[in-house]
C-alpha cells in the first residue's frame, strides 16, 4: 500500500518552489511549524483551558461561518471534471435555463420508482435528447441533491444507446454510483468500462468519492492505483488529498506539497484556498497571510471565496481591522456595480456583529433579490439576534418563489437552533412536512442542533435513529458529533460510547476528533479509560498532543509517562 513517507528533505523539497522573492517564509515553513511554536502563538494551549479541547485550533463542531451559506458549496474544482457528462463545444446547457426542458419537468415529477417507465414514455411521445439537455437535467438533478434519479437517467441514456459514451460520460455514472449505492458498487462498475475510457478522469471521480467519505486507505489505495496504472496525476488529485488530509491529519499536507513538486504539478488557486483553510482552522494567522503572499508571487489572484475564507478566520482570531479592511477591498468603489460580493459580504458582516453594514448590503438586493442573497442574509440577521428580520427575508422567499426546497429551510432551522428557539423551530418542520418538503441528512443535522441548542440531547438522538431510518438517509458526521460533543461535556461515558461505536459502524471512524471527544468524557467522569491507546492504534489513529494529554490524565497507568513517550 501506498503511504506518504516523511524522507528528512525530500519532503520539504516544495519549500523551494513557494519561498517568496521578498524573502517571507515557504509554505513548508507555515505547514511544518514546531507545535511548539503554535503553541507559544496561544498562551496556554496545553493549560487545560477550553481551547486545550480542540484538536486543531476549531473542533468539528466550532468552526469559522462559511462565507457562502449555500449547502451545495464543495471542491469547485469538481464542477467541471467530476461527475459531468461530455458535452460537445456547441452544445450550451445553459440555453435550457431560458425554456422548459420538458425532460426535467418529467424527472422532477416522477416518483424515483418509475423514472425508467416515465423516461420511456417521454421518448415515445416523439422527444429527442441532446448532449446539452442531459448535461443540464443532470446537472439540476444534482443541486437537489436527486442523485439516484439522476443516475436512473444516465443509466438509461447507456443502456438506449442515444449516444456514444467518453470517458467523461463513464466517470458521471462512477460518481452517481458511488453518491446512490457507495463505493464497492462504483469499483465494480469501473471493471465494467471498456479499457480506452478507464482513465484519470474515472479514478479521479472515485478518488473524490473516497475523500467525501473521508475513507483514508480507501482513498490512498485509488492513488496508488492511479501510478500504478501510469495516469497522469492532475492539480485536482492532488487537491483531494489535500482536502483529505486537512480534515483528517494536517501533518501530511506536506507530503502531498512534495509530491506535487516531485512531479512538477503547479498548485491551483483551491489549492492555496485548502492551504490558507488549513493554517486558519489552526489560528496561525501569520502563517496563513504567508500562503497568501507566496500565492500572489506565483501570479494566482484570489477570487470573493478566496478573499472570504481569508476574512472569516481574521473573524474568529479576533483581528477585527483587518476583517473590515478585506471585507472594504472586497465591496470595491460601489457595491451596486458588484452585486456577486453581496451575498458573500452579508453573513461576515453579521459575524462582525455589524447591522448597519448588513443593512446597507441587503438594501442593494433586497428589491431584485437572488435565492443564495436570500440564504446570507437570514444568516447575516440571525447572527445580529434580529430574528423577526431573518423571518420577514424568509416569507419574502414564498411571495417570490412560491415554494421552496430544503435548503432554505434548513437556513431557518440552523437560524432559531443559534438563537436557542426551540418552539419556532418545531413550528417550521411542522410547515416543512404540511409543504412536502424533502428531508435530507442536511435537515436533519439542523433539528439535531436545535434540540442539542436546547438541551435535549436525547430526544435529538431518538430523532437521528428515527427520521435516518423513516427517510432512508445516512446522518452528516457532524450530526453524531454533536451529539458525542453533548454526552461528553455530561461526562455521560455509556452514551459517548454508544454514539462513539456507532460512527465507526456506519463509516465514520478516520477522524481523531470522536476519540479526542470520548477520551474528555471519560475525564469528565472522572473515570479511567483504560487501554485507550490500544484502542487507537487498532483503528490505525495515532494520538496528537491533546489527546496524548487526555490519555495521560485518564489512564492511570501511563499517568507518570511523558507526552513524547503516548506520541511514539
Not at 183 to 198: D, G, S, W
Not at 263 to 287: H, Q
Not at 495 to 518: A, K, P, T
Request: glycine share 4%; aromatic share 8%.
Amino acid at each position: 500500500m501506498w503511504a506518504l513517507r516523511r524522507a528528512g528533505n525530500p519532503l520539504r523539497v516544495c519549500a523551494q518552489q513557494v519561498v517568496s522573492a521578498c524573502g517571507c517564509a515557504s509554505l513548508e515553513v507555515l505547514l511544518n511549524a514546531d507545535a511548539k511554536d503554535v503553541e507559544e502563538h496561544h498562551e496556554g494551549a496545553n493549560s487545560g483551558n477550553k481551547d486545550d479541547a480542540l484538536e486543531d485550533g476549531f473542533s468539528d463542531l466550532e468552526v469559522p461561518p462559511e462565507a457562502d451559506t449555500s449547502e451545495d458549496s464543495s471542491d469547485e474544482d469538481a464542477t467541471d471534471e467530476v461527475g459531468l457528462p461530455d458535452v460537445d463545444a456547441a452544445a450550451k446547457p445553459e440555453e435550457y435555463m431560458k425554456r422548459d426542458s420538458s425532460l426535467l419537468k418529467a424527472m422532477i415529477e416522477t416518483p424515483r420508482r418509475e423514472v425508467t417507465k416515465a423516461l420511456e414514455k417521454w421518448a415515445n411521445d416523439g422527444n429527442s435528447l441532446d448532449r446539452g439537455e442531459l448535461f443540464f437535467v443532470l446537472l439540476s438533478l444534482r443541486r437537489r441533491k436527486w442523485f439516484d434519479k439522476a443516475l436512473q437517467l444516465l443509466e438509461w441514456v447507456e443502456q438506449s444507446k442515444l449516444f456514444e459514451f467518453g470517458e467523461r460520460d463513464y466517470a458521471s455514472r462512477v460518481d452517481l454510483t458511488a453518491k446512490v449505492y457507495g463505493l464497492y458498487k462504483a469499483e465494480q462498475y469501473i471493471e465494467k468500462i471498456p479499457a480506452p475510457h478507464r482513465g484519470e478522469i474515472v479514478y479521479r471521480t472515485l478518488l473524490a468519492n473516497c475523500v467525501y467519505e473521508a475513507n483514508v486507505k480507501k482513498a490512498e489505495q485509488v492513488f496508488n492505483k492511479m501510478k500504478d496504472l501510469g495516469l497522469p496525476i492532475t492539480v485536482f488529485s492532488f487537491n483531494q488529498l489535500v482536502l483529505l488530509y486537512k480534515r483528517v491529519d494536517k501533518k501530511k499536507i506536506a507530503d502531498v506539497l512534495a509530491m506535487m513538486e516531485k512531479e512538477n504539478v503547479k498548485p491551483s488557486l483551491f489549492s492555496y484556498k485548502l492551504l490558507v483553510d488549513a493554517k486558519g482552522s489552526a489560528r496561525d494567522i501569520e502563517g496563513m497571510e504567508k500562503v497568501v503572499e507566496q500565492m500572489e508571487t506565483e501570479g494566482i489572484e484570489p477570487d470573493l471565496m478566496f478573499q472570504a475564507t481569508i476574512a472569516r478566520h481574521y473573524i474568529f482570531d479576533g483581528q477585527r481591522e483587518k476583517a473590515e479592511a478585506l471585507l472594504e477591498s472586497m465591496e470595491g468603489d460601489d457595491i451596486n456595480t458588484n452585486r456577486a460580493a453581496c451575498k458573500i459580504l452579508l453573513p461576515l458582516y453579521g459575524f462582525l456583529g455589524k447591522s448597519h453594514d448588513v443593512e446597507r448590503i441587503w438594501n442593494v438586493c433586497k428589491d431584485n433579490t437572488r435565492l443564495n442573497e436570500c440564504l446570507s442574509a437570514i444568516e447575516a440577521f440571525g447572527r445580529l439576534g434580529n430574528v423577526e428580520k431573518a423571518e420577514e427575508v424568509f416569507e419574502d422567499m414564498f411571495v417570490r418563489w412560491k415554494t421552496l426546497s430544503s435548503k432554505y429551510y434548513n437556513a431557518m432551522l440552523r437560524m432559531y437552533a443559534n438563537q436557542n428557539l426551540l418552539d419556532k423551530g418545531k413550528e417550521l418542520l411542522k410547515r416543512m412536512d404540511e409543504n412536502h418538503v424533502k428531508f435530507g441528512n442536511t435537515t436533519l443535522d439542523s433539528l439535531v442542533k436545535l434540540y442539542v441548542q436546547a438541551g435535549e440531547v436525547e430526544k435529538a438522538e431518538s430523532l437521528v435513529h428515527k427520521l435516518s431510518l423513516k427517510n432512508r438517509i445516512r446522518p452528516q458526521y457532524t450530526t453524531y458529533l454533536m451529539l458525542l460533543d453533548s454526552y461528553s461535556k455530561k461526562g455521560d461515558i455509556h452514551n459517548s460510547e454508544r454514539v462513539f461505536n456507532r460512527l465507526r459502524q456506519i463509516g465514520y471512524s478516520g477522524r481523531i476528533r470522536q476519540y479526542q471527544l470520548l477520551l474528555q468524557a471519560y475525564l469528565n467522569a472522572k473515570a479511567p479509560a483504560y487501554g485507550f491507546k490500544d484502542r487507537m492504534k487498532a483503528d490505525n489513529i495515532f494520538p496528537n498532543n491533546v489527546v496524548a494529554t487526555l490519555i495521560a490524565a485518564t489512564d492511570p497507568f501511563v499517568k507518570k509517562k511523558s507526552i513524547s513517550d503516548l506520541l511514539d
